[in-house]
């Protein structure tokens, strides 16, 4: 009995915690909900704290974002799914195989056997066979009738120096910045500043949550038909940059950094 409760209470922090992952991607604060709902902001505040949701709240609250249960319940799924890595045996069978690989990222994106046919210039013979080899490799189930489940998380992370990576990560990253980011419906945009270790940390801890913020929109939308969602690529990346690059003003063998800050905050 203390198993169940237990377990009860966990998937209803879960659900309370896509519920608040929602009103942020939804730009929403618990006085706009308070307002839909015809409560207080302090009584919002209440449900969320002790997570006392009925039913019939819970739905109330769907409306107000717009969402249904079911897409609540795959956000907190997702959430609850470890991140984890293919093996390097994996990682090693998709880089050798693009056709493989470019299935694999469709049906990790929830695509089903019809949209693929319909949308890509590919055989349903040859699908097939990949899907088969995806099954051989244990990333999928493939089940009658062209059904497929995943055998891993949609949280799944490349590794940062797998064969993926160095097979086709320079080529991916050349052609993704390839063209007008602006013309192309995008941003993109450079930006080059003098920050302490402290706030270059803040700047990484920001960027961490932009990009799990991303994938969680990703996860919400995946219920959605495919039609209606179209792949968007997002590079993030912070790192020191030399000003050297740009200026050709190179800086002095053997003299600190911070020592030509304290000189020129002097001049």
Not at 95 to 118: K, M, T
Not at 130 to 154: E, F, Q, S, T, Y
Not at 187 to 205: T, W
Not at 229 to 257: A, E, N
């Amino acid at each position: 009995m203390t198993n169940k409760s237990s377990r009860s209470q966990g998937q209803t922090s879960l659900l309370v915690d896509a519920l608040k992952r929602l009103l942020r991607a939804r730009g929403m604060t618990y006085r706009d909900l308070g307002q839909s709902l015809g409560l207080s902001e302090a009584s919002i505040k209440r449900l969320f704290a002790k997570e006392a949701l009925t039913l019939k709240r819970l739905e109330e609250i769907c409306g107000c974002l717009d969402v249904d249960l079911f897409e609540v319940t795959k956000v907190a799924r997702s959430q609850s799914a470890q991140t984890q890595e293919l093996t390097i045996e994996q990682e090693a069978a998709l880089a050798g195989d693009a056709r493989l690989l470019g299935v694999f990222y469709l049906v990790l994106n929830e695509w089903h056997v019809p949209d693929i046919l319909e949308r890509y210039e590919i055989e349903k013979p040859e699908v097939i066979a990949l899907l088969a080899k995806l099954d051989h490799l244990g990333l999928i189930m493939l089940l009658p009738g062209d059904r497929v489940r995943l055998l891993i998380p949609r949280t799944m992370r490349l590794r940062n120096d797998g064969p993926i990576r160095q097979v086709h990560g320079n080529r991916v990253i050349g052609d993704f910045l390839e063209g007008d980011f602006v013309a192309a419906g995008g941003m993109f945009r450079l930006e080059m500043r003098e920050l302490s270790e402290p706030s270059f940390a803040l700047i990484q801890r920001k960027l961490e949550r932009v990009c799990q913020e991303f994938n969680e929109l990703a996860e919400l939308d995946s219920y959605l038909p495919s039609d209606q969602r179209r792949t968007i690529g997002m590079s993030v990346g912070s790192k020191p940059w030399k000003m050297s690059l740009v200026t050709g003003i190179k800086q002095r063998d053997g003299v600190p950094k911070v020592m030509i800050d304290s000189k020129l905050r002097k001049v």
